[in-house]
């Protein structure tokens, strides 16, 4: 059984799936502080408690996590995309501890870039011309990011 992450997902808020996922949340505060609690509460209700109810997976460029493999970035869709052929742009990219990296490009060169929010927008925003990218030190607070909205 996939565990599911709290990071990107859809649920109506008037499934009945919250209260269940409230209930097992409480009880595993009340046994045991967990580092991933709310997570572990959610994969139970989405698995054991309704039947009706089964997840659909999305594929990797629903979520990219950069701490398990890098993007790229496509000059001519000014987005990251999958490293592997035919680079797909990524919908969501999940920011982990990966914030300043070296990646490759889809015309086969290497580029210094910001995987935070402003990062990466102000990459798009620019074509990706380093003259322009934030400075090294700039942080954001996002964690997902929407490429239709870049």
């Not at 950069?66 to 920011?95: F, N, T, Y």
């Not at 798009?124 to 870049?150: D, K, N, Q, R, Y």
Request: include cysteine; charge should be neutral; glycine fraction near 4%.
């Amino acid at each position: 059984m996939p565990d599911h992450q709290l990071r990107a997902f859809g649920i109506h808020r008037d499934h009945p799936i919250w209260k269940k996922w409230a209930q097992r949340l409480s009880e595993a505060y009340a046994k045991a502080v967990l580092f991933h609690a709310e997570q572990a509460a959610l994969n139970y209700a989405v698995y054991h408690e309704i039947e009706a109810t089964r997840p659909h997976l999305l594929p990797s460029l629903a979520n990219w996590i950069c701490a398990l493999s890098l993007p790229m970035w496509s000059h001519e869709q000014r987005k990251l995309v999958e490293p592997a052929l035919p680079h797909d742009p990524i919908g969501i990219i999940h920011l982990t501890s990966v914030r300043k990296a070296t990646i490759g490009t889809t015309n086969h060169s290497r580029i210094d870039v910001l995987l935070t929010y402003s990062g990466i927008k102000a990459m798009s925003e620019a074509g990706h011309s380093p003259a322009s990218m934030p400075s090294p030190g700039w942080t954001s607070t996002g964690i997902l990011v929407p490429f239709e909205e870049i």
